[in-house]
């Protein structure tokens, strides 16, 4: 199989899972135990936990969690709950952990969702009309899990602040990749994305703006989450945090290369969102008439995607493409390409190929 969906998830670095052995094993202990075994296991997370955040470039707090849905849905219903504020304000093409709790925010408080425009940016003016006195907190993707596109995050953290508002930054699809802009109060980030293991994620939040408890119980994650931690799961993020660092600018190079051979076969194919302000592992392509999930059926051995993985098996045309201002046709006749560090051009020379012949056969 030629894998080239890396939005979905990554394949595992070869050093996280040697990483991880020892503590599915013989080092089965409680971190939270106060024996040797324990401690030793306590120790391993705590190194684990400084690579993560150091992979943030900024101070604060870390806390580990099962992943990035469970540190939004954290943050939004945390920040809310500490705050005299309840207005949130957010983005049409965010990714459904952030609009879904927003959703169930809004049954109840003001909720604003901001448009974007058909490059998939957001107007700055249109952040700045929206935060009022009474916004607790304004949420905005970092990379687009869909398109690729990366929001101006540091002045969307400005105008929050302008307001007295927090920021939260949904960074899964950015950390590792490239450095999260400076002026976010709370990063959630996952693991699995920058060739980690599944089953963990993280919140980073800024001194005095941590959340209100979402799981309570023994308070294990200093007093903010609760829930008996893994440390094979914290080390192998640690561990890809630690790599992600060291090859963040091997791995750029390798995917800016990647995206020149990949573009360079697009044909009739249009590009969905901006070009400039993009990552460039994500490559999201429609061409008109095009059934796209007929032709994903029709390369079974290339993995390929329709958009998020969240939403794939729903039938309904993608909220991110939709926001563009495509139709449900247009919406329907795209297709999303992700690569990154363990692609070879000759994958994406090879899969452009193929799939260039099955949409001009359909």
């Known amino acids: 199989m030629i894998y080239l969906d890396y939005q979905a ?16 094993g013989e080092k089965f202990a409680n971190p939270h135990a106060p024996y040797r075994a324990g401690r030793e296991a306590a120790a391993a997370i705590s190194v684990a936990r400084d690579r993560v955040s150091a992979l943030m470039g ?16 954290w943050a939004i219903k945390g920040i809310v709950a500490k705050s005299e504020r309840k207005h949130v304000v957010t983005i049409a093409t965010e990714h ?30 249109a ?44 960074a899964v699809q950015g950390y590792g990749r490239m450095p ?16 980690g293991p599944k089953g963990v994620g993280c919140l980073w939040m800024r001194e005095g703006c941590e959340p209100e408890p979402l799981i309570h ?34 791995d750029h190079a390798h995917v800016a290369a990647l995206w020149e051979a990949a573009t360079a076969q697009l044909g009739e194919w249009t590009v969905n969102g901006s070009t ?35 939403a794939s098996g729903s ?21 999303r390409i992700g690569f990154g560090r363990y692609t070879t051009e000759e994958e994406i020379t090879d899969t452009l190929a193929r799939i260039n012949e099955a949409a001009a056969n359909q």
């Open 180 to 195: 999260i802009p400076d002026g976010p109060d709370l990063i959630a980030a996952s693991a699995h994305k920058i060739h």
């Open 315 to 335: 039938g309904r045309p993608s909220h991110v493409l939709r926001a563009l201002g495509l139709s449900d046709m247009q919406a329907k006749s795209s297709i």
């Open 96 to 125: 459904a952990a952030v609009l879904d709790t927003v959703d169930w925010h809004g049954r109840h408080h003001d909720v604003t969702i901001l448009p974007v425009d058909s490059s998939g940016l957001v107007d700055l003016e």
């Open 58 to 73: 900024q101070g604060g707090k870390l806390a580990f969690t099962g992943s990035a849905t469970e540190a939004i849905n």
């Open 127 to 170: 952040v700045r009309a929206a935060v009022t006195e009474d916004t607790a907190l304004v949420a905005a993707m970092l990379v687009n899990n869909e398109i690729g596109v990366i929001q101006p995050i540091a002045e969307i953290a400005a105008i929050a602040h302008e307001k007295g508002a927090l920021m939260l930054c949904d």
């Open 217 to 250: 119980g023994g308070g294990q994650e200093e007093g903010l989450r609760s829930g008996t931690l893994s440390p094979a799961l914290c080390v192998g993020f640690g561990m890809a945090a630690k790599i992600a660092s060291e090859r963040m600018e091997e």
């Open 276 to 310: 400039d302000r993009r990552y460039r592992g994500n490559l999201n392509i429609r061409r008109q008439g095009l059934d796209s999930a007929r032709l994903i059926s029709e390369l079974r051995d290339i993995a390929i995607s329709l958009g998020s993985a969240c």
């Open 9 to 24: 998830t990554t394949p595992m670095a070869p050093e996280v899972e040697q990483a991880m052995l020892p503590w599915l």
